[in-house]
């Protein structure tokens, strides 16, 4: 089976705004033993997020199911409840690498679940605002533009592909001239053609004005690559 990702982008001032009004709601997301460690509750939060998008079939309100733990090598989600533990075995994936940063102000989190037979990944995260995703020529075909037009907000919806249309192009180093995706049943998105991205997996995420879309596939040796935008140093992280 393909590796899978998954990515989230939050503000940190509304986390801590949601954490100082409905202490309870975080309760409901993180345990015990992730808080008051290493990472905030900004990170603790993408990160849940992110999880969920790349094991799929699962809501944040599982988010209890599994801990983010920092293990050698960076940070996993390791299963703490059956749900979670039995999903990965659905997906066919045998662990859930975890990874971090900010942009703009804001947090992100990338999330890739592993098959037991992948040795590892190459990933490619790219973050824009609304405004810069917006300003570039239009590559998204026609039917992925008709199915936009019923979600709440679609320059937001198209701004997300963009971004992860980006990254697709810094993966294989080329210029795509026009690009479909689909949702997927069980949440998140896909590419359909040009054909040979429908093995790659990709993710999106936005969160007030910024949009975030990345892309992975398998690889002998883990890179990440970050593609943070005007404003932002840009770079490779292994």
């Known amino acids: 089976m393909p590796l899978r990702v998954g990515i989230d982008l939050i503000a940190k001032q509304r986390v801590t705004a949601v954490v100082a009004a409905?202490?309870?709601?975080?309760?409901?997301?993180?345990?015990?033993?992730?808080?008051?460690?290493?990472l905030d509750d900004a990170m603790l939060f993408a990160a849940k997020e992110a999880v969920v998008k790349a094991v799929g079939r699962l809501s944040i309100f599982d988010a209890t199911s599994f801990a983010i733990t920092n293990v050698r090598g960076g940070y996993a989600a390791i299963p703490r409840r059956h749900k979670f533990e039995s999903r990965l075995v659905q997906a066919g994936c045998s662990w859930v690498s975890v990874n971090f940063g900010e942009a703009h102000g804001a947090v992100w989190a990338l999330a890739v679940a592993m098959p037991g037979q992948v040795p590892n990944y190459q990933t490619v995260l790219v973050v824009r605002t609304v405004g810069e995703a917006m300003l570039l020529p239009e590559r998204l075909d026609e039917p992925t533009l008709f199915a936009l037009a019923g979600k709440p907000r679609p320059e937001i919806s198209g701004a997300a592909?963009?971004?992860?249309?980006?990254?697709?192009?810094?993966m294989f180093s080329l210029k795509l001239p026009q690009v479909a995706m689909s949702d997927l049943d069980e949440g998140g998105v896909c590419f359909t053609q040009p054909r040979f991205l429908g093995s790659v997996a990709v993710s999106i995420a936005h969160d007030g004005e910024l949009v975030a879309g990345a892309v992975a596939k398998d690889a002998a040796h883990r890179q990440i690559t970050l593609d943070l935008g005007s404003g932002n140093n840009s770079g490779g992280v292994v």
Do not use: K, V
Request: aromatic share 4%; proline share 4%; charged share 50%.
């Open 22 to 38: 409905h202490p309870e709601r975080i309760e409901r997301l993180f345990r015990d033993e992730e808080r008051g460690r290493d």
């Open 161 to 170: 592909r963009q971004a992860a249309i980006i990254a697709a192009e810094h």
